[in-house]
């Protein structure tokens, strides 16, 4: 049964609910089976639903091979309590279902979940960075100014058609804390528009919630080896966790002080996690939950560095408590999941496995209780175990643009001089640039630019051979022979045939040769 990756947009969660049930109601084999001296038709056990279900999860794009069987059990229980089946008796919702040989069906009801409309906001929707008149621009630049296009020099100041150099006066107030703060917040969302692909943020995410302060801190206040330091260490982490993931972190060579007891690395292994799972809520926040979902769209293996990409901006976002938080975890779990010499911390599964199936549920999660929230939160933070030394370092690209954006705008603003009628207090500046972005053009017309930029040049090349003075005429004539041979096409352009035959018709004709006298034999008396 062929399935699709759902692409990010609202409600993806969703949208994956009933991706899943359709291709499990689809797939799903069904055949008769006796129980208890009766025979019920199509109908399947649980633990063929558990299965297939199973193999058709890990081979889905959607959610990847890190799914367990134990797992697609829990979803399982979700889809009888949600009514996709039911047992063969028509029970549902109050039963529980465990992996063996009882027997289910399909309700002859659609279980599939409407798509809610998203209801009519009451924010200002914020302009798209395509959007060229709104990019950028403070409420208090005039529309009347000439935009500043790009490759121009921002110094040089902007005269209006027909008026004189000196005239012009813009007002304009200084750039504020406020506007500052702003261009943290469009730039990072720019970027992360572009990125997810989207035609507005507001599908995907409420910006009521991004607060531009988080982004500043998250990427100006920083140590050494890249992690967020808190103004207020009394949010910091406490330090009994912070010594127990050090230790794990750097296992065996912990702090000699501590208790050695068989076993103490999983007590210790415990402690961390008891205390993220205390949490008032997953490290990735409620409010961001939409975004990191449809995120999870990306991480495919061909777009593997776009989603990294989406990730680096989307964790900027994030109080910068919940970030550091975010970042001490990852770098933890990444170390023991590498480290050989750690023992096993469970006898069943994987060390690897186990951290990411443990603290999947404390790192994102949604207010409402999601029938897929344990499914999309393995795959999401098995990716970012991965990758976390990237997509939890400072985009510096990012950091660049804004300081530079920044640093323009406070360079170009100066006070008024000569001007009577205006406050010595208010200053002038010029307008903010607009920022242009290439339009991909398909490879036909790639080719086509490239022929007609070239046939361009040659003609050039052409003019000048016939015009330069510095040429000689015998040199000339011999360039343009060889240029007749090479490009017979542009030459014939620029000389037609009818041209070519009147120049020849002007020359000089050659006079053909004088016809050779045989010679008579002198005569002589002998002869």
């Known amino acids: 049964m062929s399935s699709h990756i759902i692409t990010p947009g609202p409600y993806r969660a969703t949208k994956l609910w009933n991706e899943v049930t359709r291709l499990f109601r689809a797939g799903m084999p069904l055949r008769k089976h006796r129980q208890n001296f009766r025979h019920y038709a199509s109908c399947f056990t649980a633990s063929a639903a558990v299965e297939w279900l199973h193999q058709l999860l890990c081979s889905n794009s959607n959610f990847g091979p890190d799914v367990t069987r134990q797992q697609t059990v829990q979803l399982l229980k979700k889809f009888l309590k949600n009514h996709v089946i039911e047992d063969v008796k028509g029970r549902w919702g109050t039963e529980d279902l465990e992996d063996n ?65 000196g005239e012009q006066q813009l007002l304009r107030r200084e750039l504020t804390v406020e506007d500052e703060q702003d261009i943290w917040r469009d730039i990072t969302l720019t970027h992360l528009q572009r990125i997810l692909g989207v035609a507005s943020l507001d599908e995907v995410l409420n910006q009521r919630y991004v607060n531009p302060q988080n982004i500043i801190h998250n990427m100006t206040k920083v140590n050494k080896h890249g992690v967020v330091t808190l103004d207020d260490k009394t949010n910091d982490l406490p330090h009994w966790v912070l010594s127990a993931m050090k230790s794990l972190a750097n296992w065996p060579k912990y702090d000699s002080a501590q208790p050695s007891y068989p076993g103490f690395e999983r007590d210790v292994f415990k402690t961390v996690s008891d205390y993220f799972y205390s949490l008032p809520q997953p490290l990735l926040t409620y409010e961001l939950y939409e975004l990191f979902i449809n ?42 999941s590498q480290n050989v010499d750690m023992p096993r911390l469970h006898p069943a599964i994987g060390t690897r496995t186990l951290m990411v199936h443990t603290f999947s549920g404390c790192v994102l999660g949604s207010a409402e209780e999601c029938d897929l929230d344990e499914l999309l939160a393995t795959r999401l933070v098995s990716f970012l175990m991965d990758h976390q030394e990237s997509i939890l370092s400072v ?17 170009v603003q100066v006070p008024i001089d000569g001007v009577s009628d205006i406050d010595a207090g208010d200053p002038v500046c010029a307008p903010v640039p607009v920022f242009a972005f290439c339009r991909q053009i398909s490879g036909a017309e790639f080719e086509q630019q ?52 009147s120049k020849a018709d002007n020359k000089p004709k050659i006079k053909p040769p004088l016809i050779n006298i045989k010679k008579t034999k002198a005569f002589s008396i002998r002869n």
């Open 295 to 336: 995120v999870l769209g990306l991480p495919q293996p061909q777009c593997e560095r776009v989603a990294i990409e989406a990730l680096q901006l989307c964790t900027l976002l994030l109080p910068p408590t919940s970030r550091r938080k975010l970042q001490l975890l990852m770098r933890m779990m990444s170390r023991i």
């Open 101 to 165: 040989n009882s027997l289910y069906r399909f309700p002859s009801t659609s279980p599939l979940k409407p798509i809610p409309r998203p209801a009519p906001s009451s924010i200002k929707k914020r302009p798209s960075f395509r959007d060229k008149e709104g990019f950028f621009r403070f409420r208090s630049i005039k529309k009347n100014e000439k935009e500043t296009q790009e490759n121009v020099d921002p110094s040089l100041p902007a005269e209006e058609e027909n008026q004189p150099t």
């Open 450 to 501: 490239k022929l007609a930029s070239s046939q361009k040049a040659m003609e050039e090349l052409l003019e000048i051979l016939l015009t330069d003075q510095n040429i000689t005429e015998k040199d000339r004539r011999k360039k343009l022979k060889q240029f007749q041979k090479q490009y017979p096409d542009i030459y014939s352009r620029r000389f037609p045939p009818s041209d070519r035959e």
């Open 395 to 411: 985009p510096e690209y990012l950091r660049s643009a804004i300081n530079d954006h920044i640093q323009y705008l406070r360079t």
